[in-house]
């Protein structure tokens, strides 16, 4: 959306009635509509003896430079762009493109050919402004040519947790059919106000169910969310986002042999959080058709992962997966989809659908990666910038950094950003310098040095800290429980480790690793594995292999730029082969990188 646009908008006003009227009397006086009988934008019309009627001519000026075709597709998004940035954030309020809406709805009522498209009922469970709404009212009226004062009344039904929501979408609704030359004085809606999470449709199934369900993470949510989240099944395990329960309330709301078309992330097939949902969708015997879009940002005003999921109420088997680009879509009839079976499956362990034959082969050599190391995510003070430097210069007692604070070295460790393996294969290029307000007791615990000792041994450094004081408050939103106010804002391997491989956490094809031995030097961005020293050497060369490789694109979360991410949760299934002690002094010995691809793609064959 044009950024003069949302700025006239912001300066316009706030109240979602002015808003309204401002652009509904735009758009109709772009269009050359007049003389409305509709009594609902007959009292949105700005009329010319009106003092917002400058600002209306301002705004159409604007228009028309930005625009000079506004048609209806800009006004729906003129109306999803001006819901509120909290809004969006807690509530996950996101524009869905014109050509994903289209697709999902025509796919749809491809599948319901069976039925008799004039009784059918269509609902978007969290509708935002309506344009899974409009797309399937158009359909409807193209395939039967009802009337829309009829469709709008029998077929087409929705819910959304914003009153201006529905609102907007009633307006939209009521234009799409003015702008079609149906005029009516009034059109009745079945479009409702309420909470997704718990309404009663008072045992209405539908035929149809698309959308765009709200993407909102587990931190994000109030507390009356939350508590709702756990009435359904798919909410039991871990932290789901706000997406999850949707799935589940699609699928009780659909009648026999009724379909559902949502956009939504992709993260539900190997996340924790995702577990739920997986074994609902297994024990239900959902039929399951995904297109995963992988790393392509389809939502352009957010980063966000996504695939098209469609559902029939039937019984299945098997679950379908495919991966293409926006612009590669084309009927589902023509598309070729992985089959696996929800038997062979692990919804404990997360779905890799993309090879599950290459995953399932590789997971089942030798030993499991996380039986053999133990991985850790870096430090996370929340705060890096406060506490992480690059010294300047250095004398006998301080570090300094570069605006000339001194800072005890006595309260420093070492500290490397794994990420910044990608450029440099010498540790000591990017080690930097941590202010570590900790100790390490007898029994080699971690224990946060108190505020009486840290002010009188370190005085430098805790006066640095006090000039902080109030930016480390905002860690967790200002939510944050520390022991002390300089506390990290995790405590996460802060503990001495000696034998450590470090890797970064987002990786490409022929990632760097770094094995160390100094138990002083801390890490924080990316991962390291601890196991005995010649483990780690084994698995130095391994993580860098084409074996190791194929294992992490087929099964791993990706990211944009073609980036995948390392997490635990993708290492830990990875088998390890039962090396030999020929094999083990082949692999420590040979420098030879093609070498080295060669025996492990035997070994796992592969």
């Not at 009521?174 to 309404?199: C, H, M, P, R, S």
């Not at 045992?203 to 698309?210: A, G, H």
């Not at 039937?314 to 590669?328: G, L, M, P, R, V």
């Amino acid at each position: 959306m044009n950024k003069e646009i949302l700025n006239f908008l912001k300066e316009y006003g706030s109240d979602e009635y002015s808003i309204n009227r401002l652009i509904v009397s735009a758009f109709l006086l772009e269009k050359n509509i007049t003389d409305i009988k509709n009594t609902k934008i007959q009292e949105l019309l700005i009329k010319k003896n009106e003092l917002e009627y400058n600002f209306l001519e301002d705004f159409i000026k604007i228009i028309k430079k930005v625009n000079k075709n506004f048609c209806f597709e800009e006004l729906l998004e003129l109306f999803e762009f001006v819901i509120s940035p909290s809004d969006k954030l807690v509530n996950g309020a996101i524009y869905t493109p014109k050509n994903i809406r289209e697709y999902i709805t025509k796919q749809s009522f491809e599948a319901l050919n069976r039925k008799s498209i004039h009784k059918i009922k269509i609902t978007d469970i969290a509708c935002g402004c309506g344009g899974f709404l409009i797309d399937a009212s158009r359909e409807i009226k193209k395939k039967t040519n009802k009337s829309y004062k009829n469709i709008f009344k029998e077929n087409i039904f929705g819910i959304d947790v914003h009153k201006y929501s529905v609102e907007r979408t009633e307006i939209l609704l009521t234009l799409l059919a003015i702008t079609e030359n149906e005029d009516k004085k009034e059109f009745e809606f079945n479009i409702y106000v309420g909470d997704t999470l718990q309404y009663d449709w008072k045992e209405i199934k539908f035929d149809m169910i698309l959308g765009n369900p709200p993407y909102v993470c587990s931190r994000n949510m109030d507390a009356k969310t939350k508590e709702l989240m756990k009435n359904w099944t798919t909410c039991k395990t871990g932290h789901p986002d706000l997406y999850i329960p949707f799935f589940e309330i699609g699928f009780s709301l659909l009648a026999p042999n009724g379909i559902l078309g949502f956009i939504t992330v992709n993260t539900f097939m190997n996340s924790v959080n995702g577990r739920a949902i997986r074994e609902y969708f297994t024990k239900e015997k959902v039929f399951l058709k995904i297109i995963d879009f992988q790393d392509e940002q389809i939502f352009k005003d957010r980063m966000t992962y996504t695939c098209l999921c469609f559902i029939e109420k039937i019984n299945s088997d098997y679950i379908y997966y495919t991966t293409k680009k926006e612009s590669e879509l084309e009927s589902i009839e023509n598309i070729k989809f992985n089959k696996d079976s929800y038997e062979k499956l692990n919804f404990q362990k997360g779905w890799s659908l993309k090879n599950s034959k290459l995953i399932n082969k590789i997971e089942a050599v030798g030993t499991a990666f996380g039986e053999t190391y133990e991985t850790k995510s870096g430090i996370a003070t929340l705060k890096n910038h406060v506490y992480i430097f690059k010294p300047t210069r250095t004398d006998r007692i301080y570090y300094y950094m570069e605006d000339g604070t001194s800072i005890e070295k006595k309260i420093c460790k070492d500290i490397i950003n794994t990420n910044q393996l990608k450029k440099y294969d010498d540790l000591k290029a990017i080690t930097e310098k941590i202010i570590f307000p900790y100790i390490h007791d007898k029994n080699d615990q971690v224990v946060l040095i108190d505020e009486e000792k840290i002010q009188k041994k370190f005085p430098k450094a805790y006066a640095y800290l006090l000039t902080k004081r109030s930016l480390l408050a905002t860690r967790d939103k200002g939510k944050g429980k520390y022991p002390i106010w300089y506390a990290f804002g995790r405590t996460q391997s802060l503990e001495k480790k000696k034998n450590k491989l470090f890797f970064p956490h987002l990786v490409k094809e022929g990632f760097k690793v770094a094995f160390n031995s100094d138990e002083n030097l801390y890490f924080y961005n990316g991962m390291a594995a601890y196991a005995e020293k010649e483990e780690l050497f084994i698995l130095e060369k391994l993580l860098p292999s084409s074996t190791f490789w194929k294992y992490i694109e087929n099964s791993a979360k990706h990211y944009v730029s073609g980036y995948f991410g390392l997490g635990k949760n993708y290492l830990k299934n990875f088998g390890i082969y039962n090396f030999n002690e020929e094999d083990i002094k082949f692999i420590l010995n040979t420098k030879n990188e093609e070498k080295l691809n060669t025996f492990f793609r035997k070994k796992y064959m592969v």
